[in-house]
């Protein structure tokens, strides 16, 4: 660490470390805190944009007859999926990342500054390349990008949308790895004395585990796009059947990533959560040593599931049984984690504010996204309910009710941190409620459609499933509208809100223990760990503040 911790963000032309002035999140900077914000801004720009979208597919799904052509219909879900996956969720966590884990384990920057820099302009340039195929033909093949579908081009050309969107992954792909090995260095080698694992916060130990998917999984993915996009432009033989390829290659290829993926976007907002709730119900987190367990059970089962998204393509029995049973026994740990959420707040002295309402909305909506995901993962029911709506519903019950819901409560919790400033907290309970009604009633009639056999991504249906698809669409302008308090909360509490306190929570982990919002190198003096981050009396609230000493 710098011995002078108070000096002002250095400026060396376009590159720059810390920010003065509102300029400086718009250039080349190297202070992990400038970057977090950067990632968590930006990806919720793009959130806004792909929730745009999705109100223009349920607007289409108001009647069963096609509203849109056929083609703009398959580009809106397509940009839709791509944008909430890899411009959203994965990189929106990983702002979190950015912003929390130098600070959690006590040091003063992430272990390479610049390549943390160039991941997020790597994700500028990701997100642009794939949204800017609207201007030569969007992509259409759906965020899986099956072939031959995504080696044709209605538009009559090789380099389009399509094209671009594979372009646009493989560099979203290297932005992501690249922030993977940052964590991974930052917390082996950068904590601080004192810092033993044993005392690792979770949300440190559920981006371990995602680091690890991430550098192992994303390759394969980056492959794979390499591979379509050499197709497309050169001819070459890989994926489509007309010319001797094997569409069923691009599914193992794509979803040894994908499945992979899913982990990678809920491990961290269940880290997120694990912070939140002991903190709001003042209790040590129960079964710390488990929940770290299970998120590195998770991370090694999560590489042995990728098949149970190809039951429908005549895989070996034998193959359908292995992975049926393996994507059964990843339940065990995320079920551990579950129980061990349940234990940390029983009997707790809760404190039932915004950030609280959205980790207890986490729990409870992930367990029925779970719950569908164990029917799911059951090779006779897969085969009835596969590309059916109720895949959909349990995609989004685990990915929205679980990653983004995770995600708003790391924004409600972190941000006095962040800002130094307060949120409105009756704002945040309207955020709330608003997006917690709102996400339900449009998703989960979507269990029932999908039972009933309406199967997804068309834009035209039968008759039979529309007054369910109103309801569904009825949820999601509610869901758009949640947003509004939100932003209006985040704006002006961020321009002249109540300024924060620098632990307002009573929160024991290290970020908490120095001011708000940081100093330039995060700690006016080198902090020296001496105990755990849940180390909470008994529901009587926090010991003192020596617990972490801090150095303040």
Not at 66 to 71: G, H, V, Y
Not at 108 to 136: E, H, K, Q, T
């Amino acid at each position: 660490m710098s011995e002078n911790t108070h000096a002002a963000p250095t400026r060396r032309g376009i590159v720059r470390h810390g920010a003065i002035t509102w300029q400086d999140y718009f250039v080349f900077n190297t202070d992990h805190k400038v970057i977090g914000i950067q990632y968590l801004v930006t990806t919720f720009i793009f959130f806004l944009v792909g929730g745009l979208l999705a109100l223009f597919i349920r607007y289409e799904l108001l009647t069963p007859a096609e509203t849109f052509d056929p083609a703009a219909y398959n580009s809106l879900f397509t940009v839709h999926g791509s944008i909430m996956i890899f411009l959203w969720v994965i990189p929106g966590l990983a702002g979190f990342g950015n912003y929390l884990i130098p600070l959690m384990v006590g040091a003063d920057d992430m272990a390479f500054p610049r390549l943390n820099a160039l991941s997020y302009w790597m994700l500028m340039v990701g997100g642009c390349v794939i949204v800017s195929g609207y201007f030569v033909g969007a992509a259409s093949s759906g965020w899986t990008a099956y072939p031959p579908l995504s080696l044709q081009s209605p538009y009559g050309r090789a380099f389009d949308g399509q094209t671009l969107w594979a372009i646009g992954v493989i560099i979203l792909g290297f932005s992501s790895m690249f922030g993977a090995i940052n964590f991974l260095v930052t917390i082996a080698f950068m904590r601080a004395p004192g810092m033993t694992p044993g005392r690792l916060p979770l949300f440190c130990w559920a981006m371990i585990a995602t680091s690890t998917m991430v550098i192992g999984a994303t390759p394969v993915l980056a492959g794979a796009m390499i591979a379509l996009t050499l197709e497309r432009t050169l001819g070459m033989t890989f994926f489509g059947p007309a010319t001797g390829g094997d569409p069923i290659l691009w599914q193992h290829l794509f979803w040894f990533y994908s499945h992979p993926a899913v982990y990678i976007m809920i491990l961290p907002a269940m880290g997120l959560i694990s912070e939140v709730l002991p903190v709001m119900g003042r209790k040590p987190v129960f079964g710390y040593k488990a929940i770290a367990a299970s998120s590195m059970a998770i991370a090694f089962f999560g590489y042995l599931v990728w098949g149970h998204h190809m039951f429908t393509t005549g895989l070996n029995p034998w193959l359908q049984t292995s992975f049926m049973v393996a994507s059964m026994t990843i339940a065990v740990p995320t079920g551990i984690k579950i129980f061990n959420w349940l234990g940390t707040i029983w009997g707790g002295k809760l404190d039932l504010k915004t950030p609280m309402l959205f980790a207890m909305g986490f729990v409870g909506l992930f367990v029925i996204g779970g719950l569908s995901g164990v029917t799911l993962a059951a090779v006779p029911i897969d085969l009835h309910v596969h590309d059916s709506y109720y895949v959909v519903a349990h995609l989004h019950y685990v990915l929205f009710g679980g990653a983004v819901t995770g995600l708003y409560a790391g924004l409600y919790f972190w941000f006095p941190k962040i800002t130094g400033r307060m949120l409105d907290d009756r704002l945040g309970k309207l955020h709330f409620w608003l997006n917690f009604i709102g996400f339900n009633l449009t998703f989960f009639p979507q269990h029932w459609l999908g039972l009933m056999g309406m199967p997804r991504r068309i834009a035209s249906y039968a008759p039979e499933f529309q007054s369910v698809n109103i309801l569904s669409s009825v949820g999601a302008f509610l869901l758009g509208i949640s947003v509004l308090p939100f932003l209006y909360n985040a704006i002006t509490s961020w321009i002249k809100g109540p300024k924060a306190a620098d632990n307002p929570w009573g929160a024991m982990s290290l970020e908490w223990q120095t001011s708000s919002p940081p100093p330039l190198h995060n700690f006016h003096r080198p902090p020296v760990v001496t105990h755990g981050p849940y180390d909470y009396g008994h529901g009587t609230g926090p010991q003192p503040q020596e617990a972490l000493a801090a150095g303040d």
